[in-house]
């Protein structure tokens, strides 16, 4: 696929629509069932990672504007908490249908935004398609329970929506963290404000005009940009019954503190640093596979990547092998054939990478391999970083301390698993962990003592699939219900218990009954 085909595949709402004043395409906000021009006078630019290219530019939606969102979710939902679960089910049916069907033109505007290639932005929408499937079983989650409490008393629950909910995204997965939130949040019959990445927007745009084409009703979905003032609107609305984030720590424990104080409830998954053990008796093949595709793949901007190795004993030989495997690694725009990584989204991310590289050499860590200033033939301005494994890495080092979030493995050697596990788990994050070894006795260790949530045993990215749910722990996790499965239905719903009566007259029914009930 080259860039013009590209352009062509771009939704509406974001294509090259000239304003007034510029020549620049803008992505609109989704506002009522309208794809509608900001009148902002504050733009964000999105930059094409690979090329510098300017692709678009996003609106920083003006208080009157998010005003308009959320009374348009408000007025939405009086109907759509009314329609029946049957025909929510059939709208996530037709979801489903809708965003595989346009799974290539979703992936090509991941790539043309944010940079990874697209076969892997394929993958990104894939996943975010699993949770419309889940989605589409919405009959049984919301089944609930009942007990014949006493003579002719029932009591049973019933779960309903909470009313208008938000979601606010990260940039490294443009399709599939969106989808984690609204159509969850919609099955279980809310409506949505939604703010995608002001970095890559664009397939979120897509995915609204998607609902808008299955006839999705008015107002049920609305699409809002912009940074900080956005962010602070949807987590102090009191409209706004509950708030959905993904991201940073930084941002991400600001909203969890401001849905407090305005009585949200908050999900917030946040950063990390995830490691592999491994064992003297792995499968050294698959682990060193599994750890090179881990650790670089999507140029390691992935909440899951495995970004730090702990090699138990002798297994320290083999970092030379994870590096010659590293080597092979076509860097490269994300949409040219053979690609395995793409550019790093922006010259900043790109740069602090870069500086938390050097202050590992600094600390006196041994590069292995170094991939600063790769050169990408037909890219010169991209924000590429080449695979970089750093050695010798102490816990101390500002390299471990942060999370890097780019193509850069930080190897560590140990003599034991107990001191592997006591890495692992003094590590203040907690989203995931792998191990690799051939013992069951082994793996059997690792998972009762790792305190990480989510946990691979010879596999390197567990992310759950959505019968599941998505459960990182400790500090890159706030709240307590998950991201999609269950916890994601109990996140967008409340109970209401009954208590029922239903018996013919009779006598005790003359007299006032002042004790506490106890339905014996
Ligand atoms: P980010 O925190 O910069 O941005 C996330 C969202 O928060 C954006 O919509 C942004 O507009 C908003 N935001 C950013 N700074 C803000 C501030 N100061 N005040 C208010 N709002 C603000 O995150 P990112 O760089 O887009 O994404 C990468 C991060 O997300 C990484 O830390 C990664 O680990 C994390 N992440 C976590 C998971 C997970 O499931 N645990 C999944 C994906 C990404």
């Given at each position: 696929?080259?860039?013009?085909?590209?352009?062509?595949?771009?939704?509406?709402?974001?294509?090259?629509?000239?304003?007034?004043?510029?020549?620049?395409?803008?992505?609109?906000?989704?506002?009522?069932?309208?794809?509608?021009?900001?009148?902002?006078?504050?733009?964000?630019?999105?930059?094409?990672?690979?090329?510098?290219?300017?692709?678009?530019?996003?609106?920083?939606?003006?208080?009157?504007?998010?005003?308009?969102?959320?009374?348009?979710?408000?007025?939405?939902?009086?109907?759509?908490?009314?329609?029946?679960?049957?025909?929510?089910?059939?709208?996530?049916?037709?979801?489903?249908?809708?965003?595989?069907?346009?799974?290539?033109?979703?992936?090509?505007?991941?790539?043309?935004?944010?940079?990874?290639?697209?076969?892997?932005?394929?993958?990104?929408?894939?996943?975010?398609?699993?949770?419309?499937?889940?989605?589409?079983?919405?009959?049984?989650?919301?089944?609930?329970?009942?007990?014949?409490?006493?003579?002719?008393?029932?009591?049973?629950?019933?779960?309903?929506?909470?009313?208008?909910?938000?979601?606010?995204?990260?940039?490294?997965?443009?399709?599939?963290?969106?989808?984690?939130?609204?159509?969850?949040a919609m099955a279980t019959g809310n409506t949505v404000l939604l703010k995608p990445s002001e970095r890559?927007?664009?397939?979120?745009?897509?995915?609204?005009?998607?609902?808008?084409?299955?006839?999705?009703?008015?107002?049920?979905?609305?699409?809002?940009?912009?940074?900080?003032?956005?962010?602070?609107?949807?987590?102090?609305?009191?409209?706004?019954?509950?708030?959905?984030?993904?991201?940073?720590?930084?941002?991400?424990?600001?909203?969890?503190?401001?849905?407090?104080?305005?009585?949200?409830?908050?999900?917030?998954?946040?950063?990390?640093?995830?490691?592999?053990?491994?064992?003297?008796?792995?499968?050294?093949?698959?682990?060193?596979?599994?750890?090179?595709?881990?650790?670089?793949?999507?140029?390691?901007?992935?909440?899951?990547?495995?970004?730090?190795?702990?090699?138990?004993?002798?297994?320290?030989?083999?970092?030379?092998?994870?590096?010659?495997?590293?080597?092979?690694?076509?860097?490269?725009?994300?949409?040219?054939?053979?690609?395995?990584?793409?550019?790093?989204?922006?010259?900043?991310?790109?740069?602090?990478?870069?500086?938390?590289?050097?202050?590992?050499?600094?600390?006196?860590?041994?590069?292995?391999?170094?991939?600063?200033?790769?050169?990408?033939?037909?890219?010169?301005?991209?924000?590429?970083?080449?695979?970089?494994?750093?050695?010798?890495?102490?816990?101390?080092?500002?390299?471990y301390q942060q999370e890097i979030f780019g193509p850069v493995l930080s190897c560590i050697r140990v003599?034991?698993?107990?001191?592997?596990?006591?890495?692992?788990?003094?590590?203040?994050?907690?989203?995931?962990?792998?191990?690799?070894?051939?013992?069951?006795?082994?793996?059997?260790?690792?998972?009762?003592?790792?305190?990480?949530?989510?946990?691979?045993?010879?596999?390197?990215?567990?992310?759950?699939?959505?019968?599941?749910?998505?459960?990182?722990?400790?500090?890159?996790?706030?709240?307590?219900?998950?991201?999609?499965?269950?916890?994601?239905?109990?996140?967008?719903?409340?109970?209401?218990?009954?208590?029922?009566?239903?018996?013919?007259?009779?006598?005790?029914?003359?007299?006032?009954?002042?004790?506490?009930?106890?339905?014996?």
């Amino acid at each position: 696929l080259r860039l013009s085909t590209i352009a062509k595949a771009r939704a509406p709402s974001t294509m090259l629509k000239r304003t007034m004043s510029s020549n620049v395409p803008t992505t609109k906000l989704f506002i009522n069932g309208e794809f509608v021009e900001s009148q902002t006078t504050e733009w964000i630019d999105v930059h094409n990672p690979a090329t510098q290219e300017l692709v678009t530019r996003v609106p920083k939606a003006t208080p009157q504007e998010l005003q308009e969102a959320a009374a348009s979710a408000q007025s939405a939902f009086k109907e759509w908490r009314r329609t029946s679960v049957l025909t929510r089910q059939r709208k996530m049916l037709d979801l489903q249908h809708a965003v595989r069907h346009n799974m290539d033109k979703l992936a090509a505007s991941i790539v043309t935004e944010q940079g990874k290639v697209f076969s892997d932005a394929q993958g990104d929408v894939l996943r975010g398609l699993q949770v419309v499937e889940n989605m589409t079983g919405i009959t049984d989650h919301l089944l609930g329970t009942k007990l014949e409490v006493s003579r002719d008393m029932d009591t049973y629950t019933v779960r309903e929506p909470l009313g208008v909910v938000a979601g606010i995204c990260p940039f490294n997965f443009p399709a599939m963290i969106p989808l984690w939130m609204f159509p969850v949040a919609m099955a279980t019959g809310n409506t949505v404000l939604l703010k995608p990445s002001e970095r890559d927007p664009g397939a979120t745009m897509i995915l609204a005009k998607l609902c808008e084409e299955i006839g999705i009703p008015k107002g049920v979905l609305n699409i809002v940009h912009g940074a900080h003032d956005t962010v602070n609107f949807l987590t102090s609305d009191e409209r706004i019954k509950a708030v959905s984030f993904v991201g940073g720590d930084n941002a991400g424990r600001y909203i969890y503190e401001r849905c407090a104080a305005h009585n949200k409830r908050c999900q917030a998954n946040l950063g990390a640093k995830n490691h592999a053990i491994i064992m003297p008796d792995a499968n050294k093949e698959h682990a060193l596979n599994a750890i090179s595709g881990a650790a670089f793949g999507a140029a390691g901007q992935r909440c899951m990547a495995l970004s730090v190795a702990v090699f138990v004993g002798e297994t320290a030989e083999w970092i030379p092998e994870i590096a010659e495997r590293a080597k092979q690694l076509s860097i490269n725009g994300g949409f040219e054939k053979g690609a395995d990584l793409g550019p790093m989204i922006t010259p900043a991310a790109l740069q602090r990478a870069e500086g938390l590289i050097q202050s590992a050499a600094d600390e006196g860590a041994t590069l292995v391999l170094d991939g600063r200033g790769v050169k990408v033939a037909g890219y010169p301005k991209g924000n590429f970083l080449g695979p970089t494994i750093i050695d010798n890495t102490k816990t101390s080092m500002a390299s471990y301390q942060q999370e890097i979030f780019g193509p850069v493995l930080s190897c560590i050697r140990v003599d034991t698993m107990d001191e592997a596990l006591e890495i692992v788990n003094s590590n203040r994050y907690g989203n995931g962990g792998s191990i690799f070894t051939r013992s069951g006795a082994t793996a059997r260790k690792f998972q009762s003592e790792v305190e990480v949530g989510q946990i691979g045993i010879n596999v390197p990215i567990p992310v759950p699939l959505p019968m599941f749910s998505f459960t990182g722990n400790k500090a890159s996790f706030l709240g307590d219900t998950n991201f999609y499965g269950k916890s994601g239905v109990n996140f967008f719903t409340q109970y209401k218990t009954i208590t029922s009566l239903w018996r013919k007259e009779d006598a005790d029914d003359r007299r006032s009954a002042v004790h506490m009930p106890t339905l014996h």
